[in-house]
């Protein structure tokens, strides 16, 4: 399903397709036509995808086709084993995490984890854990302090599950403690928002060294919907709440919520996944040679102030 701001762009691309087909089945030179219409695509591309707007980011990070997690996992990173279960209820498909290399090192995995198609979206509960996912991630960082390996979290939720089974098990008091848990890793600690990254059930696996964002990913202390819902009490108010939220990655690295922005692909990261991930795995190993060497006091000290100072600015 085509976003709305696309509608041009796929209307001259399926032009461009038709006079194509037309060139090659009947041999008439179209050249000439088809080049004045690619140079006006590229310009259109260039007028759309330059001028996005926040809530035109917010569809993008919605994309069916975006990396998810395990795809980030399947593509940049080797010999990836998956941990399952909290030890203390059930394993939630909404996180999943493990063991991993990347590029030789050795490193401790886990990320939000959306289904490709609505049946594992269903499975997935749609990227929202519930308690035991938080659970599990909190093991995950266990074994990091454990073994002494970079932990690294990817982030592509909406929020965590708010249903009664949930609250029942204790939902707000796990992302605390997972919030906790996190700030006191001894090791390296990367987070990195693939797509949305929706209040606490972002935040319980983002308390990291240095957070990174793609290019159209969004990360904000409630979804667009749910504050158009609260202050306009109407959805669709959406579009004015994600301008107001400043949830962009261009307004969080300005307001240093974020500390790095991860290019994507022309139109998005659902319209050339590989060339997302490399771009993923380029920024993973950057970021990890930045802090590579400091002791773990000295990780704790630098994630401490990091998140201390969000919010406070000098008077001008």
């Known amino acids: 399903m085509p976003l709305e701001f696309e509608k041009p762009i796929l209307e001259l691309e399926k032009r461009i397709a038709e006079l194509r087909e037309t060139a090659r089945t009947t041999g008439v030179d179209l050249e000439a036509e088809i080049r004045l219409l690619e140079d006006r695509l590229a310009r259109l591309k260039e007028e759309v995808y330059g001028s996005l707007n926040a809530w035109q980011r917010v569809q993008l990070a919605r994309a069916p086709g975006r990396p998810t997690t395990l795809d980030v996992l399947e593509k940049a990173f080797q010999d990836f084993l998956e941990l399952h279960g909290d030890r203390a209820f059930a394993d939630d498909p909404a996180i999943v995490g493990g063991l991993a290399y990347l590029e030789g090192q050795k490193v401790v995995v886990v990320g939000h984890q959306k289904g490709r198609d609505t049946k594992e979206n269903l499975h997935r509960n749609f990227g ?12 995950l960082m266990d074994l990091a302090d454990r073994f002494g390996y970079p932990f690294i979290s990817f ?7 708010p249903g009664v089974s949930a609250e029942e098990r204790g939902q707000a008091w796990v992302i605390a403690q997972s919030i906790q848990r996190m700030s006191r890793l001894k090791v390296p600690a990367i987070a990195l928002i693939l797509g949305e990254g929706g209040s606490g059930g972002a935040l319980a696996i983002g308390v990291a060294n240095r957070v990174l964002i793609m290019e159209n990913a969004w990360y904000s202390v409630i979804s667009p919907e749910s504050c158009a819902a609260i202050l306009w009490r109407d959805a669709k108010e959406a579009p004015k709440a994600a301008e107001a939220l400043k949830l962009t990655a261009r307004d969080l690295l300005a307001q240093k919520v974020v500390d790095a922005i991860v290019p994507e692909p022309e139109g998005g990261a659902h319209k050339d996944p590989d060339q997302a991930i490399r771009n993923i795995k380029e920024a993973l190993l950057k970021t990890l040679e930045e802090l590579k060497g400091l002791s773990p006091e000295e990780l704790y000290r630098d994630r401490y102030r990091r998140f201390r100072t969000l919010g406070a600015y000098a008077e001008s």
């Open 128 to 139: 929202m854990p519930h308690p035991e996912g938080y659970r599990k991630a909190m093991r």
């Open 155 to 161: 982030i592509d939720t909406p929020g965590a599950y």
